[in-house]
Each structure stands twice: as structure tokens, then as C-alpha cells.
């Protein structure tokens, strides 16, 4: 059974605090993906990575960066939380076209 | 045009009750589709893949149309656990390609 766990549930930070956003899958998956979910406008890609060290662009990546460095393990980094930024973000991970997602971070930022 | 796009709903149906949800999509080369169900508040999981011959687990029954483009999912006998938003997905590359969910709302 794929597990993909996120580093937490919910969070709450402060406008232009760091934000880190730990993901961990355990079957060994190349690809690993950062999304955003908000309501009426469904999940967004903001990074995804097909390898260790490799990171591409999604849709809505500004604002964001992302940090592979192992291949079970990938970081999404808000470098100055803004309000906007206040959305469910889950990751998840795939062999080849079938994701399997985390329980997700709900993020406030206040 | 969203690559995918499915009817946002609700589908506001009695326990017992046959539903069928449709999604269509733009790229005609397309490979492959899949299901997945979102509870609220909670991450999307896998419910079925969609094959050209259609694919058929327990109550619900996905079919593909390429001609038309479009893909369907049927929940028969629904039950009230089935409430949830339904995703529609196309994959074919690593990158999948989700439409933005039909809600199913299952009533006593």
C-alpha cells in the first residue's frame, strides 16, 4: 500500500514567515507533485519533480519553491507567506500516470 | 477551454438511486483516464481507471468514448457513503490533468 505523509495537518503562520511543507512517500515513486486546492477552483500544480535534484514549473508557481534532495522526499518552501497563500496544499507521487496524495497541509496565513 | 471539464453538480440523489456523472476532455490523443473520489476535507484517492473496454467494480461502472471525447462514471444502488466530489482525471503523460470534481450528495 503507497503511503505519501505530509509533515503536518494544519498550520497557522504570519504573513512573511518562512513556510516549509515536508512530503514522504515510501514506494520508491520518481515523479512527486505539489498542489493547491481552494474551493471553485480545484486542485493547481505548483511544482512537480521526475527525479531527485529536478524540479519544474507548474501553473501557479510563484511564490513558491520546491527542494528534492532524496528521492522519498520533497519540500515545498513559501519564502514570504502571504494571505493568499491560505489554501489545502497536497502532495502526492506516482510511478507512472496514477497519484497517490498525502493528507494534505491546511495552511492559514494570517 | 479546461482541458477537463466536468458538470460541478450537485447531484442531489435518494439512497438507492442510479447517477451518472460525465467529464469531457480536449486532447484527442489522451491515453488514459482515471476516478478518483474526494471526501471533504480530505485527499483525493484513486476509485478506478477508465479503459477503452470500460471498467466495471462492484456499483460503479466507468466508460470511455473516445469519438465523443468524453468519459462517465455510473454509481448504481447508491448508498450514503458515496457522498463525495468525484474527480475526473486525464493521465497519458507524468503529468495528469484533473477536471474540477462533480459533488454526489446521497440523501436518506
Known amino acids: 500500500d503507497v503511503k505519501v505523509t505530509q509533515s503536518s495537518r494544519y498550520l497557522v503562520k504570519r504573513t512573511g514567515e518562512k513556510v516549509f511543507l515536508e512530503c514522504v512517500q515510501d514506494m520508491d515513486h520518481e515523479n512527486m507533485f505539489w498542489y493547491r486546492q481552494d474551493p471553485g477552483l480545484g486542485l493547481r500544480l505548483i511544482y512537480f519533480s521526475y527525479d531527485v535534484k529536478m524540479k519544474e514549473k507548474g501553473d501557479i508557481p510563484e511564490g513558491y519553491s520546491v527542494s528534492r534532495e532524496k528521492k522519498e522526499r520533497f519540500s515545498l518552501i513559501l519564502e514570504s507567506a502571504s494571505t493568499n497563500q491560505t489554501s489545502m496544499y497536497l502532495c502526492?507521487?506516482?510511478?507512472?500516470?496514477?497519484?497517490?496524495f498525502g493528507p494534505g497541509t491546511r495552511l492559514t496565513v494570517t | 477551454r479546461k482541458e477537463v471539464e466536468q458538470d460541478p453538480g450537485p447531484f442531489n440523489v435518494p439512497e438507492g438511486a442510479t447517477v451518472a456523472f460525465n467529464c469531457t476532455y480536449s486532447n484527442s490523443a489522451s491515453q488514459s483516464f482515471f476516478w478518483y473520489r474526494q471526501d471533504c476535507r480530505k485527499e483525493p484517492k484513486l476509485l478506478m481507471s477508465v479503459y477503452s473496454s470500460g471498467n466495471e467494480d462492484g456499483r460503479f461502472t466507468a466508460q470511455l468514448n473516445r469519438a465523443s471525447q468524453y468519459i462517465s462514471l455510473l454509481i448504481r444502488d447508491s448508498k450514503l457513503s458515496d457522498s463525495a466530489t468525484y474527480l475526473c482525471?486525464?493521465?497519458?503523460?507524468?503529468?495528469?490533468?484533473f477536471g474540477r470534481g462533480t459533488s454526489l450528495i446521497v440523501h436518506p
Open positions: 502526492a507521487s506516482s510511478l507512472i500516470d496514477e497519484q497517490y
Open positions: 482525471v486525464r493521465g497519458g503523460s507524468y503529468i495528469p490533468t
